[in-house]
């Protein structure tokens, strides 16, 4: 392998694909969403390709359109766990909430899959933005967005000290002295914080990763803080260079105010590409996906963005720049940010604007060959602006195959992919350090 650096990259699975209307396309599988093989063989797929990972995005609430679209959430801790075993060397990455979940259930759940997979979990830490989970949870609203991250940096204190309850030389499983475990290299928590009272240790040893890799995706001032004191990988939405330079440039600069350097966060925005033999080839693709799209589904899926329902204008009209509140707390949110810069630079008709945001959700659109798509990650790769993508095919499992056919080999002969795994961990395919236990810090700092 080319000792330069290398692209990291993720194979991002949607159920069906990114683009909202995949499942109606004609080379999609709809009727595999909820076949367990059909995910596997992605996986097998992106391993062969070498890709660091595959990712599984989750929410505890069922989408409000789903009438229109696959909007399914898999469990995805569990289909991951049925990923791990027909695979070796991929990364597995799964969302989980801190708002929704409990920290010593979840340090069970990654760990027992860290373990399973021999070290190849990652934790994608969200907050959960979807009011509608609250009522799920037994609560009357969903909380206030400081609130969440507030509740979030104390998950993350606890969490951690769970999976570094055990030291790595804890577990002794001895049959001929008679001892299983060194309880003196175990250690309580007895953590009592606002938000959760935990006693500890966790009940299994500690994970091959030391901890899994901690992955996050929010983009707003809390959420780049966060990212900034905690994440190892960013999952982020861009639809120009600038604008991720920007990012880029801005979470590298706050992880230095912790002591961290910018090589121990991967920032990797989301790509979903349209690949043709020509750029006319390619286009026309983007076009008949397009055509698929249901304006119902593409205008709720807007006025939960922006907040302002357009049914009933002209699609054919301009965005009413007007109705959109920019002074009001949803003018914070990343994706809201996204989608009025998008207005505000390109003053698209409403139709215009839904087809944009239809492929991915506000990630990187680009239609083109191959070679213009390398050239695309090259520039992104090499400007400060990316240290690898997750790759978002807008339709599975043909978006995957023709990015895996026919780009990765170009990146790979400009000498910006692996060849081949060189470790076996997620935290090695990204160039992580495994983190020491901070209990066996702490002893040696007393000795």
């Known amino acids: 392998m080319s000792n330069q650096r290398q692209l990291v990259l993720n194979l991002f699975i949607y159920p069906g694909g990114h683009h909202e209307a995949a499942w109606r396309y004609k080379g999609s599988e709809p009727d595999r969403i909820l076949d367990i093989t059909h995910y596997q063989e992605l996986a097998q797929r992106a391993e062969a390709s070498k890709f660091d990972a595959i990712f599984f995005a989750d929410g505890p609430a069922l989408a409000d359109n789903v009438r229109y679209a696959q909007r399914f959430r898999f469990e995805p801790i569990t289909w991951l766990a049925a990923i791990a075993a027909v695979t070796k060397r991929i990364g597995l990455i799964a969302t989980a909430s801190t708002t929704y979940t409990e920290p010593y259930n979840l340090a069970r759940l990654f760990a027992s899959l860290d373990h399973l997979s021999r070290g190849r979990a990652g934790w994608n830490i969200v907050t959960t933005s979807a009011p509608q989970a609250a009522q799920n949870f037994g609560l009357p609203e969903h909380p206030p967005h400081h609130e969440r991250y507030e509740r979030a940096r104390e998950y993350l204190d606890v969490i951690s000290r769970l999976w570094d309850s055990w030291e790595d030389d804890a577990l002794v499983n001895d049959p001929a002295s008679g001892i299983f475990a060194d309880t003196s290299k175990i250690h309580a928590l007895d953590h009592v914080g606002k938000h959760f009272r935990v006693r500890g240790p966790l009940n299994i040893?500690?994970?091959?990763?030391?901890?899994?890799?901690?992955?996050?995706?929010?983009?707003?001032?809390?959420?780049?803080?966060?990212?900034?004191?905690?994440?190892?990988?960013?999952?982020?939405?861009?639809?120009?260079?600038?604008?991720?330079?920007?990012?880029?440039?801005?979470?590298?600069?706050?992880?230095?105010?912790?002591?961290?350097?910018?090589?121990?966060?991967?920032?990797?925005?989301?790509?979903?590409?349209?690949?043709?033999?020509?750029?006319?080839?390619?286009?026309?693709?983007?076009?008949?996906?397009?055509?698929?799209?249901?304006?119902?589904?593409?205008?709720?899926?807007?006025?939960?963005?922006?907040?302002?329902?357009?049914?009933?204008?002209?699609?054919?009209?301009?965005?009413?720049?007007?109705?959109?509140?920019?002074?009001?707390?949803?003018?914070?949110?990343?994706?809201?940010?996204?989608?009025?810069?998008?207005?505000d630079r390109e003053k698209p008709t409403i139709r215009q604007l839904v087809q944009r945001l239809a492929g991915a959700r506000g990630h990187w659109v680009i239609a083109g060959t191959p070679e213009k798509i390398a050239d695309n990650i090259q520039t992104w790769f090499e400007s400060g602006a990316a240290d690898g993508f997750n790759v978002m095919p807008p339709w599975l499992p043909g978006g995957f195959d023709v990015f895996a056919e026919q780009v990765v080999p170009i990146l790979r002969k400009r000498g910006l992919f692996r060849e081949d795994y060189t470790g076996t961990t997620l935290r090695e395919h990204y160039g992580l350090a495994r983190p020491a236990s901070i209990y066996s810090n702490a002893v040696k700092a007393i000795a």
């Open 205 to 343: 040893s500690r994970v091959p990763q030391g901890r899994p890799v901690y992955v996050q995706a929010g983009a707003s001032d809390d959420g780049r803080a966060f990212a900034a004191r905690y994440a190892e990988a960013i999952f982020t939405a861009h639809q120009t260079l600038d604008s991720a330079k920007a990012f880029y440039a801005d979470i590298k600069r706050q992880a230095r105010t912790f002591d961290r350097g910018p090589d121990e966060i991967k920032i990797l925005p989301g790509i979903s590409p349209f690949i043709g033999s020509t750029q006319a080839e390619a286009d026309r693709l983007q076009d008949e996906f397009n055509e698929l799209i249901q304006p119902e589904y593409s205008l709720a899926q807007l006025r939960q963005m922006i907040g302002v329902d357009l049914t009933g204008y002209d699609l054919d009209g301009p965005v009413p720049r007007h109705l959109i509140d920019t002074a009001s707390v949803r003018g914070v949110a990343s994706r809201f940010k996204l989608v009025v810069d998008i207005v």
